[in-house]
């Protein structure tokens, strides 16, 4: 049936109340994820089908305690709820309160009492308060605070259907006032209310102590504000600190009256018992590096099978689609461009998928809060937070997941420094350009008989990926400049089990901003590079037949190798080969020529394409077989020098400079999504090519 | 304070942070009870009102306590 109306609710409530299972139980599937427009937070929104007639537009706000915001998430909530001509300003508010920690739910109800915007408070998590043997007055509760209050079990689903029927009716104003400012600043509040057209006091009294943080107020609006808070000696911290013990008397003095049984502080026996194991000096960590490494492997190993299967997958239907359809650019564009392109997206998504069940477990557990409690002082120094951790050790998997797993840092410094240094963490994408060089220029030998020499280079490569990530981070804490200051005042939730259907949304809802999001860029990029690498400027990749079988009149060759070179001409008279050329001059310092060149142009898609450019390139045909391409490498000769191209120091300048090279469009098309614009990725991109550059250049220089 | 003590919250030190943690249920005259720390000393994980809180110890060195 089609909607008649729609209303606008809007889910408040402090982080970890439950907002989102109660959105999920509401939304069920309707859910989108946009952006709040200007700043790099998600919006959660979705329809729900209040009874036949009403359907409501649901918006999931960040979690905050309180009006006065502490983070960037934070603040858009203030933003939404101060501004009534903000489109997205809510005709009423849920108030998810977490019925086991009542006190500090209220804080924030109290707010919205005092601006007159209709509220419903939801107490969830009903259970776990029947399980403490807490007993409250749930009708004296409503009767004190004049709005509808539902009882709720967010993880089971009870009460919702009351919710809705609530949520269907009309919700009036609560006609309490609960915070009075002081008599002194009466007159001041008056005259911003005259001067802004305001009609509840608390509205102007926000104004007054958020001026400078509020966006939606004109430079005048905040001059006229500021100008009349001076004249009247308005001091913002003073008198929200009253405001704050005030509204705390009030909310105690409810909750003296409506308690009919006061909670066994013995419920939470149980987790402290598991604390005092998971925080544990030695085991706490033994635990965590555990989680870590299970979290690791499951990313690196157990996603490999549904990669194989989609790369191959798309392999097929790439080689079906060319033997489908009749030769042609358009048809090449499908089956060589977009096909691949397409498919080199899907492919990430058994990663992004597994690493968010993991982490969407750790958040639901509220084992996380105890990660970020045990690795904050270690993470600190570093200019990262307790959070970065779990990023930073999926970028060893695959930076792309580990990236978007940057979004359960609330502070966003660091969350910044977190996605950038992230990429420089070996990745797996770059193990098939290591083993094979490693492979060419290490001997392989043991050192004392018993460490492999190949090993130890592979090692130190991981691991001057890991300090390079660590230094950029140091530095970064020093240049980017913040006015969040960095408070670690967090909840330490109670543990539970995760809800599996939470987690089942969270992978869902992750995916699809990867695959619609980033993947666009992707896509774009990977036509763009199969354009510079299958087409070239005039009649050279036209006549690559009959130029190479002039060449090779006098050889005998078998149809493959013909096959091959003439793969490896028309790679070369390409738009990539033309660029790799033209990059000569400027990677002769590293040791390279314009054949690595070429392959660091395409190696751009993806690090393991550098594999597959040089087995082209080297006229191998299609083979990724390691020692076919190892013992062609070693036969490569530098003309220059008639000795072997491949010598140790263009090989180990090859390493350094893919250890630290931002070689991975995705990684980009990711970075650009979760910082919202192209400014970070960018600079990314110079820093990381620049500090690859540089210690190239150093090590090639001072070997030879 | 070692863990396991028990304190009232007489007030605070720093204006800014003073009004966060009262947000979180920290007020002047409620019971705290220091419950462990994380393996370097830092940060402290604290009870009040029937909740646990983390804090670094900077921050929850600008309350003062009665003991």
């Known amino acids: 049936m089609a909607a008649a109306s729609t209303i606008k609710i809007a889910l408040a409530g402090k982080p970890n109340a439950g907002k989102s299972s109660l959105f999920n139980l509401l ?45 960037l998430d934070e603040k858009i909530v203030t933003e939404i709820l101060m501004d009534r001509n903000n489109s997205q300003y809510p005709d009423c508010v849920v108030l998810v309160a977490d019925a086991t920690h009542l006190k500090n739910c209220l804080l924030l109800l109290t707010q919205l009492i005092d601006l007159q915007i209709p509220t419903v408070l939801a107490l969830n998590m009903m259970d776990l308060a029947a399980q403490s043997g807490q007993s409250i007055d749930v009708q004296a509760l409503s009767a004190a605070l004049d709005l509808p209050v539902v009882m709720l079990n967010a993880r089971t689903g009870q009460g919702v259907a009351e919710l809705k029927t609530i949520l269907a009716g009309t919700i009036k104003k609560s006609s309490r006032t609960i915070f009075e400012p002081g008599a002194e600043i009466k007159p001041l509040l008056a005259e911003v209310q005259q001067q802004f ?25 905040k001059n006229s504000i500021n100008t009349l808070a001076k004249t009247a000696n308005f001091f913002q911290h003073k008198y929200q600190g009253a405001e704050t013990v005030m509204r705390y008397g009030f909310i105690q003095d409810l909750l003296n009256k409506i308690t009919l049984k006061l909670s ?21 960590y033994l635990i965590f590096f555990a989680v870590l490494f299970l979290i690791f492997q499951a990313i690196f190993a157990w996603a490999q099978v549904p990669m194989d299967f989609i790369d191959s997958t798309f392999a097929q239907l790439s080689n079906r689609l060319a033997a489908f359809f009749p030769e042609g650019p358009f048809f090449d564009l499908i089956t060589q461009g977009i096909v691949p392109g397409i498919g080199g997206i899907v492919i990430f998504i058994p990663q992004i998928a597994i690493l968010f069940a993991c982490i969407s477990i750790l958040e639901e557990s509220g084992y996380m809060a105890r990660v970020v409690f045990l690795m904050d002082k270690l993470m600190r120094k570093f200019g990262l937070n307790g959070k970065s951790v779990v990023p930073l050790i999926s970028g060893m998997a695959c930076a792309i997941p580990a990236i978007m797993a940057t979004r359960t840092i609330e502070n966003w410094k660091d969350r910044l420094i977190t996605i950038f240094v992230t990429p420089l963490m070996s990745c797996s994408a770059r193990l098939p350009v290591f083993t094979i060089l490693v492979a060419l220029i290490i001997p392989d030998n043991k050192l004392f008989g018993f460490f492999n020499y190949q090993g130890l280079v592979l090692m130190a490569l991981y691991l001057a990926g890991f300090l390079a990530a660590l230094f950029s981070a140091f530095v970064l804490k020093f240049i980017i400049q913040t006015t969040e200051r960095s408070y670690l005042i967090m909840e330490m939730p109670t543990y539970r089990k995760p809800k599996w259907s939470n987690v089942g949304y969270t992978i869902i809802e992750k995916t699809k901003s990867f695959v619609f999001e980033a993947g666009k860029v992707i896509l774009a990029i990977s036509i763009v590079l199969w354009v510079l690498a299958s087409y070239g400027p005039g009649e050279a990749m036209n006549n690559a037949h009959e130029v190479v079988q002039q060449q090779t009149a006098n050889e005998t060759l078998s149809a493959e190798e013909l096959e091959a070179r003439i793969a490896a001409y028309q790679l070369e008279h390409s738009y990539a080969g033309i660029i790799g050329k033209t990059l000569e001059p400027l990677i002769k310092p590293l040791g390279y020529d314009w054949k690595i060149g070429i392959a660091l142009v395409t190696s751009f898609a993806a690090r393991e394409v550098f594999v597959s450019t040089v087995a082209t390139i080297y006229s191998l ?15 490569e000769i530098n003309p220059a020098t008639g000795g072997p191209r491949y010598t140790t120091a263009v090989g180990l300048s090859l390493l350094a400079f893919y250890t630290f090279a931002m070689q991975c469009m995705s990684t980009l098309a990711v970075v650009k999504r979760e910082t919202k614009g192209w400014k970070w990725p960018l600079i990314q991109l110079v820093y990381m090519t620049v500090l690859a550059y540089v210690s190239a250049f150093i090590i090639y220089q001072s070997l030879s | 304070m070692l863990p396991g003590e028990t304190a009232v919250i007489s007030g605070f030190d720093d204006d800014a942070l003073s009004v966060k943690l009262m947000e979180m249920g920290l007020l002047p005259g409620t019971v705290v009870r220091f419950n462990f720390s994380a393996p370097f000393g830092d940060p402290i994980c604290i009870t009040v009102s029937g909740y646990d809180l983390s804090l670094r110890i900077a921050e929850a060195a600008t309350i003062t306590i009665l003991n």
């Open chain 1, 27 to 71: 939304t069920g599937l309707n859910q989108k994820i946009g952006n709040f427009p200007g700043i790099t937070v998600d919006k959660r929104t979705g329809t729900s089908h209040l009874n036949a007639e009403i359907t409501a537009s649901i918006m999931d706000l960040p979690g905050i305690y309180s009006l006065y915001p502490r983070t």
């Open chain 1, 621 to 635: 045909g299609g083979t990724e077989d390691e020692q076919t391409i190892k013992g062609r490498l070693k036969s």
């Open chain 1, 264 to 284: 066994d502080p013995e419920w939470k026996k149980f987790s402290y018992r598991i604390d005092k194991v998971l925080t544990h000096k030695v085991g706490g």
């Open chain 1, 197 to 221: 057209n305001i009609e509840q006091p608390y509205r102007a009294y926000q104004l007054l102590q958020q001026t400078n943080n509020l966006t939606f107020l004109s430079a005048e609006a």
